[in-house]
C-alpha cells in the first residue's frame, strides 16, 4: 500500500567534485530557494574527497531540473543582471 511518502524522499539534482564544488553547489542551493524549491546540501570541506550533494523532495526533482537547466543556460550574466536589480530595489525601498 502506498501512502505517498516516496514523493517526499530526497533525490539528488546537482553534484560537484574538487576544490569549487562547495561553492558551486551553495549557488545551486541558491537558484533554488530563489525558486522556492526547498533543498538541502550535503558534503564536508573536512573531507575534500567527496562530493558535494544538492538534494530535493522526489516531488520536486523534474522542477529542480529544469530550474537548475534554466540557470546553466543564463550564465553569471543573468546572476549579475539579478543581483544589480536586487540591488536597485533594495536601494529604492529605503
Known amino acids: 500500500m502506498e ?3 516516496t514523493d517526499l524522499d ?3 539534482v546537482f553534484q ?3 576544490t569549487s564544488g562547495e561553492m558551486a553547489a551553495m549557488g545551486v542551493s541558491t537558484v ?3 525558486s522556492g524549491i526547498e533543498n538541502f546540501v550535503s558534503g564536508s570541506s573536512q573531507m575534500p574527497n567527496l ?3 544538492v538534494m530535493v523532495a522526489r ?3 523534474e522542477r529542480a531540473l ?3 537547466a534554466d540557470a546553466e543556460l543564463a550564465g553569471p550574466a543573468a546572476a549579475d543582471e539579478a543581483e544589480k536589480a536586487f540591488e536597485a530595489e533594495a536601494a529604492g525601498s529605503l
Request: hydrophobic letters at 45%; proline letters at 5%.
Open 3 to 5: 501512502d505517498g511518502t
Open 10 to 12: 530526497l533525490v539528488a
Open 16 to 18: 560537484a567534485n574538487g
Open 32 to 34: 533554488l530557494d530563489a
Open 51 to 53: 562530493p558535494y550533494t
Open 59 to 61: 516531488d520536486h526533482e
Open 66 to 68: 529544469a530550474v537548475i
